[in-house]
């Protein structure tokens, strides 16, 4: 049996020690609040971000990073992306030998503007070969549910890849392996700008074209940025593209749509962030992937709009007009 830690124990974190637990894994899930601990421990339950879902027996919880990583094998990291550098420089030192990191954040970290894999690199100092990410149409609450889901695994070292496949394969995941970790990683960071903008139309109060023409032009923001950092194309068309970016566009239990839903009726970004007691990635990495589109040359006109929405002060029924006026140009990625 394989000993794994999961590191953050919101909804997804959750969602992901069940599929781990259930696919036949002793896991320790690691949480910062002492409530949310003992709940999963004594009423094996997360009741803050999960209520209702049983968790099972073979996962535990702890507020303690050692206790949580001792002897791990592998090493899920699912904390919000802005705060991963603080943290893994603290559990770095106590990560077991030979472990695999595993990345369920969908972020680009600000200054840097490196990906979630990068970061996880820089700070422990392992070789690209040892970390994975993972990604898909993965709303955490249907995969509790046990809802029928895919995902991807991609990692340079494609057996590490099929390593993790079997570790987290059941009747209700089935995970898909996958080498190219650029693209993965972009196309779960990207989707929740364009969640946002989806978010936004439906707050503003328009319909299915105008939501469809943001996820098909949004898709080819991401494949432009990715074909620039060197992804395969062909990943956007997969489930780390597409699948996540049409679950999280369409769907009510995706917290950056219904963020973006809330400025598109007019509420301020402080009031929006009122109603959710989680991180709204797509509000934190809009702008770190801005910059790194503008150092490669790569015009996402999208993002740009959800960064002038979000941080400078712009209006959604200001900055439409202008995404609607931009220069007539064939389809292309």
Same mark, same amino acid.
């Given at each position: 049996?394989?000993?794994?830690?999961?590191?953050?124990?919101?909804?997804?974190?959750?969602?992901?020690?069940?599929?781990?637990?259930?696919?036949?894994?002793?896991?320790?899930?690691?949480?910062?609040?002492?409530?949310?601990?003992?709940?999963?421990?004594?009423?094996?339950?997360?009741?803050?971000?999960?209520?209702?879902?049983?968790?099972?027996?073979?996962?535990?919880?702890?507020?303690?990073?050692?206790?949580?990583?001792?002897?791990?094998?592998?090493?899920?990291?699912?904390?919000?992306?802005?705060?991963?550098?603080?943290?893994?420089?603290?559990?770095?030192?106590?990560?077991?030998?030979?472990?695999?990191?595993?990345?369920?954040?969908?972020?680009?970290?600000?200054?840097?503007?490196?990906?979630?894999?990068?970061?996880?690199?820089?700070?422990?100092?392992?070789?690209?070969?040892?970390?994975?990410?993972?990604?898909?149409?993965?709303?955490?609450?249907?995969?509790?549910?046990?809802?029928?889901?895919?995902?991807?695994?991609?990692?340079?070292?494609?057996?590490?890849?099929?390593?993790?496949?079997?570790?987290?394969?059941?009747?209700?995941?089935?995970?898909?392996?996958?080498?190219?970790?650029?693209?993965?990683?972009?196309?779960?960071?990207?989707?929740?700008?364009?969640?946002?903008?989806?978010?936004?139309?439906? +707050?503003? #109060?328009?319909?299915?074209? %105008?939501?469809? !023409?943001?996820?098909? /032009?949004?898709?080819?923001?991401?494949? $432009? @940025? =990715?074909?620039?950092?060197?992804?395969?194309?062909?990943?956007?068309?997969?489930?780390? +593209?597409? #699948?996540?970016?049409?679950? %999280?566009?369409? !769907?009510?239990?995706? /917290?950056?749509?219904?963020?973006?839903? $809330? @400025? =598109?009726?007019?509420?301020?970004?402080?009031?929006?962030?009122?109603?959710?007691?989680?991180?709204?990635?797509?509000?934190?990495?809009?702008?770190?992937?801005?910059?790194?589109?503008?150092?490669?040359?790569?015009?996402?006109?999208?993002?740009?709009?959800?960064?002038?929405?979000?941080?400078?002060?712009?209006?959604?029924?200001?900055?439409?007009?202008?995404?609607?006026?931009?220069?007539?140009?064939?389809?292309?990625?």
């Amino acid at each position: 049996m394989t000993n794994v830690a999961v590191m953050g124990a919101g909804s997804w974190g959750t969602a992901f020690a069940k599929v781990l637990a259930d696919a036949g894994s002793q896991v320790r899930l690691w949480g910062r609040r002492d409530e949310v601990v003992d709940s999963v421990n004594d009423r094996h339950e997360n009741t803050d971000y999960l209520p209702g879902i049983p968790l099972p027996a073979s996962l535990s919880a702890t507020t303690d990073p050692g206790e949580a990583l001792e002897d791990a094998g592998i090493v899920v990291l699912a904390t919000p992306s802005q705060t991963l550098r603080d943290n893994l420089g603290m559990w770095t030192p106590q990560l077991a030998s030979g472990s695999t990191l595993v990345s369920l954040m969908k972020g680009i970290e600000l200054g840097s503007t490196l990906r979630m894999s990068e970061v996880i690199s820089d700070v422990t100092g392992l070789g690209a070969e040892r970390v994975a990410v993972l990604s898909g149409p993965n709303l955490a609450r249907e995969i509790a549910e046990q809802q029928p889901a895919a995902t991807v695994i991609a990692c340079p070292d494609h057996d590490r890849a099929i390593a993790l496949q079997s570790a987290c394969q059941t009747g209700y995941f089935r995970p898909y392996t996958s080498t190219d970790v650029v693209g993965c990683e972009l196309g779960g960071a990207v989707k929740n700008v364009i969640a946002l903008a989806c978010g936004i139309a439906e +707050g503003m #109060g328009f319909g299915d074209n %105008t939501k469809a !023409s943001l996820i098909t /032009r949004g898709l080819a923001e991401t494949a $432009r @940025l =990715g074909h620039a950092l060197g992804a395969d194309v062909a990943t956007f068309a997969g489930l780390a +593209g597409l #699948g996540d970016l049409a679950a %999280t566009c369409t !769907s009510p239990l995706s /917290r950056n749509r219904t963020f973006g839903e $809330r @400025l =598109g009726r007019g509420e301020t970004l402080e009031e929006a962030q009122s109603h959710t007691r989680q991180v709204t990635e797509g509000v934190k990495s809009c702008r770190s992937i801005r910059d790194l589109a503008r150092k490669q040359g790569v015009e996402m006109p999208i993002t740009d709009a959800i960064v002038a929405i979000c941080h400078e002060g712009r209006s959604a029924v200001d900055v439409v007009p202008e995404l609607m006026g931009r220069a007539p140009k064939k389809e292309a990625l």
